[in-house]
């Protein structure tokens, strides 16, 4: 099993930074896919970021080019980047790992793990 803590949200103006920590446990998780998905009052869980095993990354149209997705894999650890925050990008945030392979890396449903989430507020 894997378990997974993210940390490191909190409330933020309008154009500012923060950076989201995922710590994994239980196991190494260096091969696993890693992702940062996110989900605001009355919307679905959606995809954020994704970190491959071997170290290919991919956003969606609306974080792209702000957010950046890292890890260190001495420390299991991911991270999420997050620049020029906008109001729309409040949201809890949550941290998710899978070690098979995917139908959709976009779908909340093709992952095995999950974290607590940490929740970011931009305000205007």
């Known amino acids: 099993q894997v378990q997974l803590v993210e940390s490191g949200g909190g409330l933020v103006q309008a154009g500012g930074s923060l950076r989201l920590t995922c710590a994994a446990s239980?196991?190494?998780?260096?091969?696993?896919?890693m992702a940062w998905f996110r989900q605001s009052p009355g919307k679905e869980r959606e995809f954020v970021a994704i970190?491959?095993?071997?170290?290919?990354?991919d956003y969606p149209d609306s974080v792209k080019g702000r957010f950046t997705v890292s890890r260190d894999n001495a420390k299991n650890t991911m991270y999420l980047q997050m620049n020029s925050l906008k109001p729309e990008d409040t949201a809890v945030y949550y941290c998710a790992a899978e070690s098979r392979s995917f139908k959709d890396y976009r779908k909340v449903d093709d992952y095995d793990y999950w974290g607590q989430g940490t929740q970011v507020t931009v305000s205007s």
């Open positions: 239980g196991r190494t998780v260096s091969r696993y896919a």
């Open positions: 970190s491959w095993g071997g170290g290919s990354t």
